[in-house]
């Protein structure tokens, strides 16, 4: 099973797209890894820079993350950079499936829940930790801790710990 804990970023807007996650023109590449260098090289968002993914497994942002061009390398491009959850209001319906099959979370809280984590969390040092079992997310900042629950669909959560599509079938058929 994938690690679902580590530093958190940030990305204050809405309806950042799968061209803004990994652009199209890397969309020929044959490995996951020669995504790496190039995740969310077109974002525009004031203050980011790539280096800021650096280090960091979790992204905390708005609604409709992934939304755009259904392609499976958006996931992918997150995961060979380490960032195996997103925490989102809403996701495109297509990427939020896609990162469960990829054996990723994309979990989907309030608005008021996300908004209140920027207020509280944004541009502070800040981990989380998924309890896969327990539906929890535990937030560490500053020396206090916090826990929010969260709900995913029991197949979802399947996904995530048979490590995505080819490790359920691998073990169901």
């Known amino acids: 099973m994938k690690t679902f804990?580590?530093?958190?970023?940030f990305?204050?807007?809405s309806d950042i797209n799968t061209d803004e996650i990994i652009p199209?023109?890397?969309l020929t590449e044959i490995t996951k890894e020669a995504l790496k260098p190039n995740l969310l090289e077109d974002l525009v968002l004031s203050g980011f820079t790539r280096a800021d993914t650096e280090d960091k497994a979790v992204i905390v942002t708005r609604?409709?993350?992934?939304c755009g061009s259904s392609r499976e390398h958006a996931p992918w491009a997150l995961e060979v950079n380490g960032i195996n959850v997103v925490i989102a209001e809403s996701f495109a319906r297509i990427f939020r499936q896609n990162m469960y099959n990829c054996g990723m979370f994309a979990i989907e809280?309030?608005?008021?829940?996300?908004?209140?984590?920027?207020?509280?969390?944004?541009?502070?040092?800040?981990?989380?930790?998924?309890?896969?079992?327990?539906?929890?997310?535990?937030?560490q900042a500053n020396g206090k801790s916090e826990t929010i629950d969260f709900k995913v669909g029991e197949f979802d959560q399947?996904?995530?710990?048979?490590?995505?599509?080819?490790?359920?079938?691998?073990?169901?058929?």
């Open 11 to 13: 990305l204050d807007r």
């Open 109 to 139: 809280l309030p608005k008021e829940t996300i908004d209140a984590l920027f207020a509280n969390y944004a541009g502070k040092a800040v981990t989380m930790e998924i309890d896969v079992d327990g539906n929890q997310i535990n937030i």
């Open 63 to 66: 609604e409709n993350f992934g």
């Open 5 to 9: 804990k580590g530093n958190v970023l």
């Open 24 to 26: 199209a023109k890397y």
């Open 158 to 173: 399947t996904l995530v710990k048979e490590g995505g599509w080819v490790g359920y079938a691998d073990k169901n058929y």
